[in-house]
């Protein structure tokens, strides 16, 4: 599984970006995605996770601004982050997991098992 993020760059307080993630090779039909973010100095941490039957784990400090998607036809993970703050700058990677799917899933880094290079987004 590969994945190449795109989208990051820098954007003022208030404003918005949308993430890409390019996904080639067997993710399985079940399977999970996430978007996780580490800041300088920070540990890794998630921002959201979705599975391939669209059931969608957000962290606290992404909910209500951020919107994880998938296109399935195009192979794309998206983030859609509106309302940055300045504590929203950190590198952004994309991750996957393959299936089978559970009842439970997670946010945590040690969840995925594939991981793209990152994207870096600076809110200033």
């Known amino acids: 599984v590969q994945l190449v993020e795109s989208g990051g760059g820098s954007v003022q307080a208030g404003g918005s970006l949308r993430l890409s993630c390019a996904v080639s090779?067997?993710?399985?039909?079940?399977?999970?995605m996430g978007w996780l973010r580490q800041a300088p100095g920070k540990e890794r941490e998630g921002v959201a996770t979705?599975?391939?039957?669209?059931?969608?784990k957000y962290a606290n400090s992404a909910k209500g601004r951020f919107t994880i998607s998938q296109d399935n036809a195009k192979n794309t993970l998206y983030l859609h982050m509106s309302s940055l703050k300045p504590e929203d700058t950190a590198m952004y990677y994309c991750?996957?997991?393959?299936?089978?799917?559970?009842?439970?899933?997670?946010?945590?880094?040690?969840?995925?098992?594939?991981w793209g290079h990152g994207t870096q987004v600076t809110v200033s």
């Open positions: 991750a996957a997991r393959r299936g089978p799917l559970g009842e439970t899933f997670f946010l945590k880094p040690d969840f995925f098992a594939y």
């Open positions: 090779g067997d993710t399985g039909l079940e399977h999970y």
């Open positions: 979705i599975s391939s039957d669209d059931r969608i």
